[in-house]
């Protein structure tokens, strides 16, 4: 759900940046880091959290709400530094790859406390 919901960030942010004609660098790269960061930043926040007090919706949206604030920063950083090269062709490759992880992680789920079902 984090995953797909900040490279659906990346399309908007190419949406504004260009239609405001600002000068940006790494776009795609920094949307994929973005990305990935945000699931364990998310679990880091969430789960001291969720074994101390148990399931909790507001909460889990507060630190959902949190963990986008520090990647959206992350991102801007990226986007600001240097122009990497070859950096499109290495975000798609590395978003298709991850997206392969995930759908085998989805069928084949390790057994810990992440893929528990109640």
Known sequence: MLYTTMLLNGIIDYLILNKSRLVYNN???ATYIK??????????????IYLLIGDNFMIAIIVMIISIFIVTDIGVRIIDTYKIKNQKVIAIILIAITYGIFGILTYYPL???LFKVN
């Open 111 to 113: 057994n810990n406390i």
């Open 27 to 29: 776009l795609l790269l």
């Open 35 to 48: 990305s990935v960061i945000i699931i364990p930043l998310y679990l880091l926040l969430f789960m001291p």
